[in-house]
């Protein structure tokens, strides 16, 4: 059991007595996995009402630039977009923060902030969207 | 059963509701299609006006390297069927652009069955219209 446990927390993130599972995609090249997971463990100890949302209406969590606009029509939105700390596209249950290697306790509390933050983006956006169903 | 189960999952996207359906060609850098699913959810539940269009004017979309390269679309007029576009947006690309890519080559898809010309500016418009409309920040 133990050795299940942690073989799935190498890839995602699985806590079993929480009742949460999510997908965690890092960027290899430019990101940091691990800091995703500390900024989920991190919200759970500090925001419980937050990370039960989260493990209910998010499944991925990816280190991934946000691109707000194509850059042929709109080259500084364009930039502005790849240096946001994180985004959401209607229609998924995805959140993408921005790559960083770094492992500091700022940037885990930065990401927790930003995964609370875009985790009610997701919430509100299919609330709102069943609501009209 | 089961092969006919892994076939709906992987080679096609299927919304009754809409009457939408589309074939997608298998794929080694897509794996699943499962971005480019995504990518067409993206415009179902955010861009309900691209959606229409892509159900309407595309029923194939090819997921393997094309034209517009990694992380781009490509529509060849002269290529059968022309209800075909090509989606190299690789399987864990950016939701927001995957859907974008999708919408610009469905606007040359419209393009060619309304008999105009191809309009590069036309279709980034909406590429750009689509990432406006669906990612939030």
Known sequence: MAGIYMTINIVNYFDPFGGCYLNIDGDIVSGNKETIKAAIRYLGKTDRTA????????????????????????????????????????????????????????????????????????????EEYNSKQ | ????????????????????????KPSLTEWSNGNVKEGIKVLKYAVPDEYEKLCAYVDKINPNYSCGGLGGGCYISGKAPTREIDISTAYDGFLGWTAAVIAHETCHAVQH???RPFNETECYGIGNYVLYSAVVY
């Open chain 1, 51 to 126: 990370y039960r949302n989260l493990c209910t209406v998010v499944d991925r969590v990816s280190e991934k630039n946000c691109i707000i606009a194509d850059q042929r029509i709109d080259s500084k939105g364009f930039i502005e977009g790849l240096n946001l700390d994180g985004c959401y596209v209607k229609g998924t249950r995805t959140i993408y923060l921005r790559p960083d290697k770094s492992d500091s306790p700022d940037v885990i509390e930065g990401r927790a902030r930003t995964i609370k933050h875009y985790t009610e983006a997701v919430a509100r956006f299919w």
């Open chain 2, 113 to 115: 069955e309304e008999g």
């Open chain 2, 1 to 24: 059963m089961l092969t006919g189960a892994l076939m709906y999952r992987f080679f096609f996207y299927y919304d009754p509701d809409n009457q939408c359906l589309i074939r997608l």
